[in-house]
C-alpha cells in the first residue's frame, strides 16, 4: 500500500501569492483530514471530510483556506493570498471504515516570505 | 470538551535507559486511546492503540495501558534507543453517539535519546 500522498513536499512562495496542496488518500479510506503543524501552536486539524463531504471546518483559520475534495481519491487545500504566517507543515490523513485511527501523509513544507 | 495533557518536555535519555512518557485525558465518553510518533521530516504515525479499560496496547517495545480509574495513558518502554528519538502524540477519539468523529491530540513530547 502506497499510504497517504501528498505534494509538494515543499513549497516555497512569496506573500500574496496562491499556494495548492494535494493530497491522494489510501484508497477505500472513507474520511480525509487536513491538519497544520507550527511550533507555537502544535497539530491543528483544519478540516475533514467523509465520503468526500465537508463534516467540520471550523479549524479552518479565515476565509484565505479553502479545501475540496472532488472525489475519494484527491483532494486541496488552498490558501490564497498567502502570508508569511501561513508558514507551517501541512499534513493529510485518511481513515477507514469503521476505524478510529488516522494515517497521516508526509506533509508539505510551505514557507511564505 | 475532550483534551489531553502530556507530559513536557523535552526529554533527554541515554540509550537502554527507562522512558516513560505521562498522559492523561478527559472525555465525556469511554474513548479509544492512542499513541502517535512523529520522526524528523515524517508525518505521524500509529505505534499503539488500546479501545477499551485495562486494555494493553504494545508495538516495538513500547506500551501503554488503558487506565479508567486514574484517566492515563502512560507511554513506556523498558530500554531505548537512539533510533526512538521522535516527538510522541498522545490522542484520543471519543465513541459516544455525537461526538465528532475525530481525534483529539496531545502537544506532542520531543524524544532525544543520546548513545
Known amino acids: 500500500d502506497a499510504g497517504v500522498i501528498q505534494s509538494p513536499r515543499h513549497e516555497v512562495t512569496e506573500m500574496g501569492q496562491e499556494v495548492t496542496l494535494r493530497c491522494k488518500p489510501i484508497?477505500?479510506?472513507?474520511?480525509l483530514f487536513w491538519y497544520r503543524q507550527t511550533m507555537m501552536r502544535g497539530l491543528e486539524l483544519l478540516i475533514y471530510?467523509?465520503?468526500?463531504?465537508?463534516?467540520?471546518d471550523s479549524g479552518m483559520p479565515e476565509d484565505r483556506f479553502s479545501a475540496k475534495m472532488p472525489n475519494a481519491s484527491f483532494s486541496t487545500l488552498k490558501i490564497q493570498p498567502s502570508e508569511p504566517r501561513d508558514s507551517a507543515v501541512y499534513f493529510c490523513?485518511?481513515?477507514?471504515?469503521?476505524?478510529?485511527?488516522?494515517?497521516f501523509g508526509p506533509g508539505t513544507r510551505l514557507t511564505v516570505t | 470538551g475532550d483534551s489531553v495533557t502530556q507530559m513536557e518536555g523535552p526529554v533527554t535519555l541515554s540509550e537502554e535507559a527507562f522512558l516513560t512518557i505521562n498522559c492523561t485525558y478527559t472525555?465525556?465518553?469511554?474513548?479509544?486511546l492512542f499513541w502517535y510518533v512523529q520522526y524528523p521530516g515524517e508525518g505521524l504515525q500509529l505505534l499503539l492503540k488500546?479501545?477499551?479499560?485495562?486494555d494493553k496496547g504494545s508495538n516495538k517495545g513500547f506500551e501503554a495501558t488503558y487506565r479508567k480509574e486514574t484517566t492515563s495513558f502512560h507511554l513506556e518502554k523498558g530500554s531505548v534507543q537512539v533510533s526512538d528519538s521522535a516527538v510522541y502524540f498522545c490522542?484520543?477519539?471519543?465513541?459516544?453517539?455525537?461526538?465528532?468523529?475525530?481525534?483529539?491530540f496531545g502537544s506532542g513530547t520531543q524524544l532525544t535519546v543520546l548513545p
Open positions: 490523513a485518511s481513515r477507514g471504515t469503521g476505524v478510529d485511527e488516522q494515517y
Open positions: 484508497s477505500g479510506h472513507n474520511s
Open positions: 471530510f467523509n465520503n468526500n463531504v465537508p463534516i467540520d
Open positions: 472525555a465525556t465518553g469511554y474513548p479509544s
Open positions: 488500546a479501545t477499551k479499560a485495562d
Open positions: 490522542a484520543l477519539k471519543d465513541k459516544s453517539s455525537g461526538s465528532a468523529r475525530q481525534l483529539t
